[in-house]
């Protein structure tokens, strides 16, 4: 069972192109300034089984989307049941661009299963200080956009540059 707060069909703020976005439940950080601190409870949201849930998210899924964004909370509180949606998800579409957002660094969650299946990573916690509203697809200048795939090749995060 997994936990998640709301689906969103359409988004060009979390990720490249137009993603379906779920909003995962569950995030112990308690970071200052915290976007969606409603989140943050290890006990609220929804419960639903995985492929219930890999399910909503393929029905929303249209030729136009580039990929689905999971983000939070924090959806690596629960990375199994991450895993195994996103599993679910590309055995039927193997082809989806899948963003993570994350307030761990690559470096604490390289070894999970499920970044196995992403090809992006947004991580760092937010640092209210360091907020920059100008940064495409973060909210504070720490926070990196990983390229999973190679950063799991080179054995050490890759940092994409999107203007």
């Given at each position: 069972?997994?936990?998640?707060?709301?689906?969103?069909?359409?988004?060009?703020?979390?990720?490249?192109?137009?993603?379906?976005?779920?909003?995962?439940?569950?995030?112990?950080?308690?970071?200052?300034?915290?976007?969606?601190?409603?989140?943050?409870?290890?006990?609220?949201?929804?419960?639903?089984?995985?492929?219930?849930?890999?399910e909503k998210l393929l029905n929303l899924?249209?030729?136009?989307?580039?990929?689905?964004?999971?983000?939070?909370?924090?959806?690596?509180?629960?990375?199994?049941?991450?895993?195994?949606?996103?599993?679910?998800?590309?055995?039927?579409?193997?082809?989806?661009?899948?963003?993570?957002?994350?307030?761990?660094?690559?470096?604490?969650?390289?070894?999970?299963?499920?970044?196995?299946?992403?090809e992006v990573l947004v991580d760092g916690?937010?640092?209210?200080?360091q907020k920059d509203l100008n940064l495409?697809?973060?909210?504070?200048?720490?926070?990196?956009?990983?390229?999973?795939?190679?950063?799991?090749?080179?054995?050490?995060?890759?940092?994409?540059?999107?203007?």
């Amino acid at each position: 069972m997994i936990r998640y707060a709301d689906i969103v069909d359409s988004s060009v703020v979390d990720g490249l192109g137009i993603r379906v976005v779920a909003f995962l439940q569950g995030c112990s950080f308690r970071c200052e300034g915290c976007h969606n601190p409603q989140l943050q409870s290890l006990s609220g949201g929804i419960k639903i089984p995985e492929n219930e849930f890999a399910e909503k998210l393929l029905n929303l899924i249209t030729p136009v989307h580039k990929g689905i964004t999971f983000t939070g909370g924090d959806p690596l509180i629960q990375a199994d049941e991450l895993n195994t949606v996103i599993k679910i998800i590309r055995e039927q579409k193997p082809d989806l661009d899948i963003w993570v957002y994350t307030g761990f660094e690559f470096d604490e969650v390289k070894h999970l299963p499920v970044m196995r299946q992403i090809e992006v990573l947004v991580d760092g916690r937010f640092i209210l200080g360091q907020k920059d509203l100008n940064l495409p697809f973060r909210g504070s200048a720490n926070q990196k956009i990983i390229d999973v795939v190679q950063s799991l090749k080179a054995g050490k995060p890759v940092v994409m540059q999107i203007a």
